[in-house]
């Protein structure tokens, strides 16, 4: 069997792997745009959607990732990595994730390329659309916004993970034999993310300030700080995003369905594109930014709506005179050079308007440094009611003694005469009438006249016989000295009683008989 | 059974099953509202992989394949989003069969705990009088086990939790569909109806069909294949 690649199975395997590189670059910034992607199933091939996907290319993210590969293919030794990271209004950042595509020397020399190969590059795309959103950076992307967004960068050559911290995590997305090696698709993922959990990125600017005291390491060191980021389109715009030519290259694949030895009459046609699909309807309004350090990621947050976004041509804007100098140079230039890796880091900061998603961020900072004082405290209290009393209750402490002769409750006002007689003898009643004999300082003694009396001048007056008559002595058997006697010495003195009455019965009976 | 809509259906094939059909179990612990979007996210993720576009014959015995959409769904009683094909149809029918699934656990003489299966199949064609063939190229079961949860607390952290276990299983299925184990072979245009589901007008499933089985409290397992029992009875 013959095992050498033809030319032109060497051709489309190429191809393949240049675009499926596109394409992966692709899902991974979208995933990360923080919001849902949608996009249409088509049963009529268009021809224009590598890999049976319809997959959307954002034309910014296509350039960044041409440029980072420049013309070069994923080797064995020089992966093309998509560097995920998190920055903070703040001006912190963090890597979160790294995506691999990596190529190794395992040859599948019998696979047959414009078919299996194709179709498991497919399948492959399809688990990485399905483990972007299983990773934990995918639920922080999709709450990005005032506090923080999420930055992609593009780099070729060596796989550099020391930016996830201690502890990261790999997951396979999967491979793909060819011919000339084995593609891998992964993703290295940070799991420290101690400090900076999904939930303290929900939009509660106090909350904030507390997380940036947490920043003790700092990824980046503070000698080179990253610029605010414009976070709206510009109005003036100048230069036009320069058009990749080949990014659109349309693939028409047509299999045969004969059996594998007629498999060779299969081939892909390509054309040329003259309009890329995709390129007139997906202006995401992209601006620069000036940076000072090398690292700077691409920042990309995407728009409000989803597929609402008007074409607006993407051009650089400016956040101060001096970072428009620096503008211009990698918009002029592409450095790169596929030896140093190092030196491929972009030195543009890329973001998208979000159309109001993100306001400034000074605003932010405003907020941010809000201190809580403590509890229930309001502010200071300055007027004391009772500044000068010691005790307790002290507003409720009678305020002057003096007045207290003047207290009604105290100092009843005297009553008043009586004008008719019978209120007066009501009013002897009570004082005279009483046992103990008390007399009440608010009662006032007047004379007794009762009715019908001529007058008091005879002795055996009715007055006078009411007088003696209106306290008769107590009866005797009334008068129980209680002190004198106990209950105990009742109940000692029953048992001589009942004897005596037991004596005593004949004559009891008798009476009760008389009485019937 | 929830399968594709064609009407004609064909004797399971004892030989076939042992032979190439790889098995795959998956478990699950949720709570009671969680079911449908559980199973729809595993469901879907599945289908993800075994869909292509539709297929067009031309002359010479070419074909050219239509292009699958995709789309985000996110969960409204798990802190998790899926990916899915972007085909309506699809959609409705694995709803239907979730729906049904859901229902049956909810139902008396449950426990709580049952499992759904998704098994793709060829169809082979026999001579008259014996029916179709249906063999068994890959089988996936979910195992599931309903939770109640007694307050809000418990209902939050069961979110998390059973999101984090939904991101283990997709990565779980991803690793074998990356194994590039037997695939059916792409079909010519006759042959296309006993490998994939064409009647779908936006995307091209591989034949498959969904069953589920419930056990009871006595753990025994009624299951919905009794209809299939005596269709085989009489199919031969």
């Given amino acids: 069997m013959d095992t050498d690649l033809s030319s032109q199975d060497r051709k489309d395997l190429d191809k393949f792997i240049k675009f499926f590189a596109l394409k992966t670059v692709q899902v991974i910034v979208q995933a990360r745009l923080g919001e849902k992607i949608c996009t249409r199933s088509s049963s009529s091939p268009t021809g224009s959607d590598w890999f049976n996907l319809a997959i959307k290319d954002i034309p910014e993210v296509t350039h960044e990732a041409k440029k980072a590969l420049a013309g070069q293919l994923p080797a064995v030794g020089r992966s093309m990595c998509v560097e995920i990271s998190l920055k903070t209004s703040e001006g912190d950042s963090m890597e979160l994730e790294i995506w691999c595509l990596e190529m190794n020397e395992k040859c599948d020399k019998e696979i047959k390329v414009s078919y299996t190969v194709y179709n498991r590059l497919s399948l492959l795309l399809k688990s990485l659309l399905a483990i972007t959103r299983v990773t934990p950076a995918y639920r922080l992307s999709r709450k990005q916004g005032h506090e923080y967004v999420i930055l992609y960068r593009i780099y070729f050559g060596e796989v550099q993970l020391s930016g996830l911290g201690e502890g990261f995590q790999t997951v396979r997305v999967g491979t793909v034999g060819t011919p000339v090696g084995t593609i891998t698709l992964s993703c290295a993922y940070r799991i420290n993310l101690a400090f900076m959990s999904t939930r303290q990125f929900e939009r509660t600017p106090p909350i904030m300030g507390i997380i940036i005291d947490h920043f003790v390491d700092r990824p980046y060191p503070s000698s080179s700080p990253m610029h605010p980021c414009n976070y709206r389109a510009g109005e003036d715009n100048g230069a036009v995003y320069p058009s990749v030519e080949d990014s659109q290259e349309v693939c028409t694949t047509s299999f045969s369905t004969s059996p594998p030895s007629q498999l060779s009459s299969s081939r892909l046609s390509y054309q040329p594109a003259a309009l890329g699909v995709g390129s007139a309807d997906m202006g995401y309004p992209v601006l620069f930014a000036g940076g000072l350090n090398a690292a700077h990621p691409h920042q990309l947050i995407g728009p409000g709506k989803e597929g609402g976004v008007p074409p607006v041509p993407s051009q650089p804007t400016h956040g101060t005179q001096a970072d428009q100098e620096r503008m211009c140079t990698p918009l002029d230039g592409v450095h790169y050079s596929a030896a140093t890796p190092s030196s491929s880091e972009d030195t543009e900061t890329v973001s998208n308007s979000s159309e109001g998603k993100c306001g400034s961020p000074h605003d932010l900072l405003e907020t941010i440094f809000i201190r809580k004082v403590g509890a229930f405290v309001n502010k200071p209290i300055n007027q004391v009611t009772m500044a000068n009393l010691d005790i307790p209750f002290a507003m409720f402490a009678p305020k002057n003694v003096e007045l207290e002769d003047n207290d009604p409750m105290v100092n009843p006002p005297e009553s008043p005469e009586t004008e008719s007689p019978l209120q007066g003898s009501l009013h002897s009643e009570g004082s005279s009438g009483s046992s103990t004999g008390n007399t009440h300082d608010d009662f006032v003694m007047i004379d007794f006249k009762p009715a019908f009396s001529k007058d008091d001048i005879l002795p055996m007056d009715l007055g006078t016989f009411y007088r003696e008559f209106q306290n008769p002595p107590q009866l005797s058997s009334l008068s129980i000295d209680i002190g004198a006697q106990s209950m105990a010495e009742d109940l000692d003195s029953l048992p001589e009683k009942l004897a005596v009455h037991e004596k005593n019965v004949k004559e009891f009976d008798a009476f009760v008989e008389t009485l019937q | ?236």
């Fill in chain 2, 1 to 236: 059974m929830v399968g594709p809509g064609r009407s004609r259906c064909c004797a399971p094939s004892s030989a076939g099953r042992a032979m190439n059909c790889r098995a795959e179990v998956l478990e699950v612990s949720v709570e009671g509202r969680q079911v449908e979007e559980a199973m729809l996210a595993v469901l879907h993720t599945i289908l993800l992989h075994r869909s292509t576009g539709k297929f067009h014959y031309k002359k010479e015995g070419t074909y050219s394949i239509g292009t699958v959409g995709t789309q985000d769904v996110d969960c409204d009683f798990i802190d998790f989003a899926y990916v899915r094909v972007s085909s309506e149809e699809l959609d409705r029918a694995l709803r239907k069969a979730v729906g049904e699934f859901k229902d049956a656990l909810r139902g008396s003489g449950s426990d709580g705990m049952g499992q759904i299966s998704l098994e793709f199949y060829q169809k082979k064609k026999s001579r008259w009088p014996f029916s179709d063939e249906c063999i068994p190229w890959e089988l996936w079961t979910i195992k599931v086990n309903v939770v109640n949860l007694a307050n809000e607390q418990e209902r939050q952290i069961c979110r998390e939790k059973v999101g984090e276990k939904l991101c283990e299983k997709i990565i779980n299925i991803v690793e074998v569909m990356n194994r590039h184990e037997y695939l059916p072979k792409m079909p010519t245009q006759s042959e296309v109806d006993n490998v994939f589901d064409t009647s779908l007008k936006d995307v091209q499933p591989y034949l498959y069909k969904i069953s589920y089985q419930i056990t009871d409290s006595l753990g025994t397992s009624v299951t919905t294949t009794m209809r299939r029992l005596i269709k085989d009875t009489l199919a031969l």
